[in-house]
């Protein structure tokens, strides 16, 4: 009789869910699982591979979305307890990873309803960073950030509205993208603000990353904010004379000594790697002042987005009030808001004008404990790029301290997207990245 060996995605479905099993009781990273689908797709994956016929470099390989994001057959809960009616079909993105081959794991805890940078989740429960006992992944996307660093999946996907893949990245250690709105469709999500939201992956590589952004960016007849890349230059052989604009973070908000740190060993790594590095400001950028206008408008486009629901049970009383806040806020202070956006994008160009970058910290500080308050700048520096719609490529630091990492942010120009991707690839063994594993 011929022994059936394990292929290689089973083999991998069967590691996911033992450390699941294992570890997420404490890490409290998955909303629901999905054991037999991925059992089926799987071996699917196996067969194609015995046949000589993979779809492509993400065949077979596991990943998990974060829960406002359609999946057939689950509730979009969005991190809350308001949506219990199952999803007809996936969210596109969904569908598209499938396509390539991918086998879905589940889908992942988050702040509730999208609106906050903790995943200290009232209905799924306080999800925690892999990295260090009792401390955040960040949010919203948290449980998309630490069930990678748990070592559960390679690949998840989460929502950027201002900066809610960036955090999680930064806080776990991770690679993570923020594409230009558009280039990855966005039919399935549950918004939290359609001006703001983006789709976008969380590795721990950029390669991945790659890999799964060409998946995922092609126009969605469905999604009429879809587009096609302009982004066709992508042949970058070095750092060497590409121009990187280099903000005054120390200025321009609060930061933990040790972020400033790490950021001066990466930038002082590009400069020895050949890039050059440029003082640029965007005149007129306040971080805290364009966070807030960001926070307004999340909570009154959210509050349009869920409607009645607002005022149904399923939310908790902070999320309500939240919302409530948002209808109430005035069409003056509404329209100053855009109007701050519309000013920061035309800065935002003007600064980035013959630069390959913009390079920030990710966050103004490192993961933190759940028992401590949230820091109110924990999105100072990423909501820049989702008010000027630009790409952005997250890539975590080793911290001299030895500690959790930090980690820093390139922004590219719009629809840059391959570009920024090609340069990550040619970051990731810069002397300060830090190195998967590297767990404390």
Not at 117 to 139: I, Q, S, V
Not at 273 to 281: D, R
Request: proline share 7%; with cysteine; hydrophobic share 40%.
């Amino acid at each position: 009789m011929t022994k059936v060996t394990t292929g290689l995605a089973v083999a991998r479905v069967e590691e996911a869910f033992a450390l699941i099993t294992e570890r997420d009781g404490e890490i409290r990273s998955f909303v629901a699982t999905l054991r037999d689908s991925a059992f089926s797709d799987a071996e699917a994956s196996d067969q194609r591979r015995r046949d000589g016929r993979l779809y492509g470099p993400l065949d077979g390989m596991t990943f998990a979305v974060k829960n406002n994001l359609a999946v057939a057959g689950l509730p979009t809960w969005s991190g809350t307890m308001a949506f219990d009616t199952p999803a007809v079909r996936d969210a596109t993105v969904v569908a598209r990873m499938r396509a390539a081959g991918m086998v879905l794991i589940g889908t992942l805890n988050m702040h509730e309803g999208a609106l906050g940078a903790t995943t200290d989740n009232p209905f799924w429960g306080r999800c925690m960073n892999p990295l260090k006992e009792g401390y955040t992944p960040g949010g919203s996307s948290g449980g998309s950030a630490a069930a990678i660093a748990a070592d559960f999946v390679p690949v998840t996907l989460g929502t950027d509205t201002m900066g809610s893949v960036r955090i999680p990245a930064a806080y776990c250690g991770l690679w993570g993208l923020k594409p230009t709105r558009g280039q990855v469709p966005a039919t399935g999500l549950t918004h939290l603000s359609w001006t703001l939201d983006t789709i976008g992956p969380l590795a721990r590589d950029p390669v991945t990353l790659g890999y799964v952004f060409a998946a995922l960016s092609r126009p969605d007849p469905v999604d009429p904010t879809s587009t096609i890349s302009q982004d066709i230059e992508i042949s970058i052989k070095s750092l060497e004379g590409l121009r990187f604009g280099i903000l005054d973070a120390a200025a321009l908000s609060e930061c933990e000594p040790v972020v400033l740190d790490a950021f001066a060993d990466f930038a002082a790594s590009l400069t020895n790697a050949g890039a050059k590095l440029v003082p640029t400001s965007v005149v007129g950028w306040s971080p805290a002042a364009l966070r807030r206008a960001g926070l307004l408008i999340s909570e009154v486009e959210c509050a349009e987005v869920l409607g009645e629901a607002v005022d149904e049970p399923g939310l908790s009383d902070s999320f309500r009030t939240m919302l409530t806040y948002g209808r109430r806020a005035t069409a003056d202070r509404v329209e100053r808001a855009y109007q701050q956006f519309q000013q920061l994008t035309t800065a935002f160009e003007a600064a980035i004008q013959g630069l390959d970058g913009i390079i920030l910290p990710t966050a103004p500080q490192r993961a933190f404990s759940h028992h401590t308050p949230a820091p109110p700048g924990q999105a100072d520096f990423t909501a820049l790029a989702n008010v000027a719609d630009a790409p952005a490529l997250t890539l975590p630091l080793t911290a001299r301290d030895g500690g959790l990492p930090c980690s820093a942010q390139i922004i590219s120009p719009k629809q840059g997207d391959l570009r920024l991707i090609a340069m990550g690839k040619l970051m990731q063994d810069l002397p300060p990245v830090w190195k998967p594993g590297n767990k404390n």
